[in-house]
């Protein structure tokens, strides 16, 4: 059975950090394009970070850069999201999601393969 699992979500304060995980089974990740999407109560599923199959190359939303770092760690299968300096607005269910497209992209368009979601808040 094809499936991501994402874990790590939790409570955390304004300021704090928090890293996602997200485990593929199933399939090998390294073939595939990583992305992180999140969805607050209200507001469309968005794009959040990405990293590509091919040249490791990211992508980050400007409403994360310079906090959160998008990884990926093939021996183990897994994706990370490292989460610094969480703010309240960072609150949301966050997804880990695969796509064959090789180059980094926080459209949802391409991807295909979908976690169930870990919730993140963060309190002020």
């Known amino acids: 059975q094809l499936q991501l699992v994402e874990s790590g979500g939790g409570l955390v304060q304004s300021g704090g950090s928090l890293r996602l995980s997200c485990v593929a089974s199933?399939?090998?990740?390294?073939?595939?394009?990583i992305g992180w999407f999140r969805q607050a109560p209200g507001k469309e599923r968005e794009g959040v970070s990405s990293i590509s199959n091919s040249d490791g190359s990211t992508d980050y939303a400007d409403s994360v850069k310079g906090r959160f770092t998008i990884s990926r760690d093939n021996v183990k299968n897994t994706a990370y999201l490292q989460m610094n300096s969480l703010k309240p607005e960072d609150t949301a269910v966050y997804y880990c999601a695969a796509s064959s497209y090789p180059i980094a992209t926080m459209q949802r368009a391409p991807y295909y393969y979908w976690g169930q979601g870990t919730q993140v808040t963060v309190s002020s």
């Open positions: 199933g399939f090998a990740l390294d073939y595939y394009t």
